[in-house]
């Protein structure tokens, strides 16, 4: 939602916020700033619909009462993560899970890729930065005792700093 937002121009209406104006503008008020307060309130107007379009009839009634589009956000925001306490708190379990994914013996490289990449992405969602070199360490270390011979060849052969999760993934399916 906040990329179709950013392509709409929206972002800034829930990043920085929209305070709606209180009573009507002085008559000193210059046109230009009442150009401006007119576009963000447009904008604010704009991303606030979309959010009550983008979401489903059960989520609709926790949002209608909001006045901006921040405050719509942060209400999705809360229902979908948490409080601060509670992402922390799913955070630290997805680490846990990332640390202690392993390849299964019955399992192809490409399924233990997927498996991988959602606890990444899920962690990505609350907040936790990742390069390809972490998530292409984590392949080779987790890897069943089949892949040894690839996995030296990899590391012998390629730099592991500049190496892609993609061409590390078709390197070992080919091996598969």
Same mark, same amino acid.
């Given at each position: 939602?906040?990329?179709?937002?950013?392509?709409?121009?929206?972002?800034?209406?829930?990043?920085?916020?929209?305070?709606?104006?209180?009573?009507?503008?002085?008559?000193?008020?210059?046109?230009?700033?009442?150009?401006?307060?007119?576009?963000?309130?447009?904008?604010?107007?704009?991303?606030?619909?979309?959010?009550?379009?983008?979401?489903?009839?059960?989520?609709?009634?926790?949002?209608?009462?909001?006045?901006?589009?921040?405050?719509?956000?942060?209400?999705?925001?809360?229902?979908?993560?948490?409080?601060?306490?509670?992402?922390?708190?799913?955070? /630290?379990?997805?680490?846990? *899970?990332?640390?202690?994914? @392993?390849?299964?013996?019955? +399992?192809?490289? =490409? $399924?233990?890729?997927?498996?991988?990449?959602?606890?990444?992405?899920?962690?990505?969602?609350?907040?936790?930065?990742?390069?390809?070199?972490?998530?292409?360490?984590?392949? /080779?270390?987790?890897?069943? *005792?089949?892949?040894?011979? @690839?996995?030296?060849?990899? +590391?012998?052969? =390629? $730099?592991?700093?500049?190496?892609?999760?993609?061409?590390?993934?078709?390197?070992?399916?080919?091996?598969?």
């Amino acid at each position: 939602m906040m990329i179709y937002l950013k392509a709409y121009d929206l972002w800034d209406s829930i990043s920085k916020g929209y305070k709606l104006p209180e009573g009507e503008l002085p008559n000193d008020t210059l046109v230009s700033q009442v150009k401006k307060i007119k576009d963000e309130a447009t904008k604010n107007f704009k991303a606030l619909s979309l959010l009550h379009s983008a979401v489903t009839e059960s989520l609709f009634p926790r949002i209608v009462g909001a006045t901006t589009a921040k405050e719509a956000w942060d209400t999705l925001k809360e229902e979908f993560q948490g409080s601060k306490r509670t992402r922390a708190i799913r955070l /630290l379990h997805l680490r846990r *899970e990332f640390a202690n994914l @392993k390849m299964k013996a019955s +399992e192809s490289v =490409k $399924d233990f890729v997927s498996r991988l990449m959602e606890i990444v992405n899920q962690m990505k969602i609350y907040g936790e930065k990742f390069t390809d070199q972490v998530i292409v360490e984590k392949v /080779l270390i987790s890897l069943t *005792e089949n892949f040894d011979s @690839k996995i030296s060849v990899i +590391e012998e052969s =390629k $730099d592991l700093s500049t190496l892609t999760v993609t061409k590390l993934i078709g390197s070992l399916q080919a091996h598969e």
